[in-house]
């Protein structure tokens, strides 16, 4: 059981290298759209593989399984769907308040003007400015 988080670490590290070859490390002078899914797969892998070695020395004989650390995985992959549905904007103000309220128990007043606040600035800088289109979602919204 204390190896099922590195294993999945490290297969999860294995299909971002293959993905990141697919889009090319390096193009023309400068890297590519897989030099850093490459980078962070390695990352994942050696980082994978040194928790594996001291599960089985035993250093971290003391260190339980806890589920709650695939709570962010998965809450990331509630908002992820949900940009399909009402656009990524919305979806990441909803998962950054409900992030705020419920995992970090922030006042109803904060959790807003934080979500409000996330969402405002990257609609102005990424839509508005810089015109990269974000998922509408079949709803239609930003």
């Known amino acids: 059981m204390r190896y099922v988080a590195p294993v999945i670490a490290l297969l999860m590290g294995v299909y971002w290298i293959i993905g990141g070859f697919s889009y090319g490390l390096w193009i023309r002078n400068g890297p590519g759209g897989g030099f850093l899914p490459v980078i962070g797969g390695v990352l994942t892998i050696v980082f994978s593989i040194s928790l594996m070695l001291q599960t ?32 990524m904007l919305v979806s990441m103000a909803i998962f950054i308040f409900a992030w705020l309220r419920i995992m970090e128990k922030e006042g109803l007043a904060k959790s807003l003007a934080i979500s409000l606040g996330t969402a405002l600035v990257i609609y102005c800088v990424f839509f508005a400015w810089l015109r990269v289109p974000f998922p509408r979602g079949i709803l239609g919204l930003i």
Do not use: T
């Open 56 to 87: 089985r020395k035993g250093k971290n004989e003391g260190a339980e399984f806890n589920w709650k650390a695939f709570l962010p995985a998965g809450a990331l992959l509630v908002m992820i769907l949900l940009s399909q549905v009402v656009g």
